[in-house]
């Protein structure tokens, strides 16, 4: 997701902005004066926001005083409604927010820390958790949010292809990961070895985990004078420089998948089921695996948390709503129902993701799955990198010098 535009400005609006969800939707008058019942205001995104209803309906049984009003908002739209809410103090309850908005919105105090609501709430920073969603949820020793769903990258690949190869498991490591690739490559004209996204902002990253690499936000940007990141890079450039990749777009990946043409991809849990509907002829050729790294075999993880609106008058009913819905047996519910993979790891003992193989792998990855930085600048680092990349994947840039400007680039959004 990438930033619009800075929340900065916003920063002090909230000090003096009116509260959020006054009377006419909450509280005595939502509710003829009877002061009984409150209402809830929730935004959820995209297909979250109309999967929603009957799980407010389950939740709504167990709380007689609580009533869910849930508007589902298009990703197109959720930032800058968000912008519009933290101008003006009126916003929701409760909201889902993507794992990457958390610096920018927090930083604006946009949302109600609730870290000193953990001895009240058990989901608060709770170590079921998946480590790396946890820390997607803190900035500046605050906690803004609890794990909702997550969602990592796995490695995609034909079964069959590699086999015909001579290659009968995938590549557990870079050095395997190049040579299948080669292989694949070699086989003519139009046919490559793997895919790279080149618009994803959390590949590059991913690359540098594997390799070792952390981020230390008191190093900024020296941290991408690290020889784990440089060499990293030169790994990922090599699929271009060998035209193990295809450097234009080409055709959707679920066709050069089913084609053969891409016979390995990362992508996320949601590629299962459009592989499965989409492509049915190769059903049974195709599998994935944990990615393939050098010290470690990394991944990111992403997804969404729920987050409480600084300005709310209702802050127990939103945490008991936030808690009802981070339960594991209600997470493996919202799983069946929209394919989003549950945040809390006892919740991966249910038997229906125990027995999808597929699905298992998705939570070993998580595992090894690490959370981007969580700066407010970061997005826009990262898009910074994807921009010299292709400098030097597509026009030739010579890889060192690009990454020395990439660098100089990145002091100045850090400092």
């Given amino acids: 997701m990438k930033f619009k535009k800075s929340l900065a400005m916003f920063a002090g609006v909230l000090a003096v902005a009116g509260c959020g969800n006054d009377g006419d939707s909450n509280g005595d008058q939502a509710n003829g004066g009877d002061g009984d019942k409150v209402t809830l205001d929730v ?13 407010v309906e389950a939740f709504e049984n167990e709380h007689d005083n609580i009533e869910v009003n849930v508007q589902a908002i298009p990703w197109d739209n959720a930032h800058d409604n968000l912008l519009t809410a933290v101008a003006s103090g009126n916003g929701p309850d409760v909201l889902q927010l993507g794992t990457t908005w958390v610096a920018e919105f927090a930083g604006a105090g946009a949302f109600l820390d609730l870290s000193e609501y953990a001895d009240e709430y058990d989901v608060i920073s709770n170590d ?134 891409k016979p390995m991809f990362s992508s996320g849990p949601w590629m299962v089921n459009i592989l499965r509907d989409s492509a049915p002829d190769i059903d049974g050729d195709w599998d994935v695996a944990m990615l393939p790294g050098s010290e470690r075999n990394a991944s990111a993880i992403g997804g969404s948390h729920l987050s409480v609106f600084a300005e709310t008058e209702h802050v127990e009913e939103s945490l ?78 010579d890889l060192d010098e690009e990454l020395d400007d990439f660098q100089q680039n990145s002091a100045r959004r850090l400092n």
Avoid: C
Avoid at 179 to 200: C, F, K, P, T, W
């Fill in 43 to 55: 935004w959820a995104m995209g297909e979250e926001g109309n999967a929603l209803g009957s799980f």
């Fill in 128 to 261: 079921d958790f998946f480590e790396g969603a946890l820390d997607t949820t803190v900035y500046d020793d605050g906690v803004y949010g609890v794990p909702w769903y997550v969602d990592t990258r796995v490695l995609f690949y034909r079964t069959d292809i590699l086999e015909e190869h001579g290659f009968s498991e995938p590549p557990q490591n870079w050095d395997e990961m190049l040579e299948v690739s080669r292989e694949l490559a070699d086989r003519g004209d139009g046919m490559y070895g793997y895919d790279i996204d080149q618009n994803d902002q959390l590949v590059p990253p991913i690359f540098a985990w594997q390799n070792g690499w952390e981020f230390n936000e008191e190093e900024a940007e020296e941290n991408f004078a690290d020889p784990a990141f440089r060499e990293a890079m030169a790994y990922y450039h090599t699929f271009f420089d060998e035209e193990l990749v295809q450097v234009t777009e080409g055709v959707p990946i679920e066709q050069g998948f089913e084609e053969g043409s």
């Fill in 320 to 397: 008991e709503f936030i808690t009802y819905m981070s339960q594991p047996e209600t997470q493996v519910e919202w799983f069946k129902e929209t394919n989003a993979l549950p945040a809390r790891q006892s919740a991966w003992d249910d038997e229906e993701l125990q027995e999808d193989e597929k699905l298992a792998v998705f939570g070993d990855q998580l595992e090894e799955a690490v959370a981007p930085p969580v700066l407010s600048q970061w997005e826009n680092v990262a898009q910074d990198l994807l921009s010299s990349l292709e400098r030097i994947n597509r026009g030739g840039a």
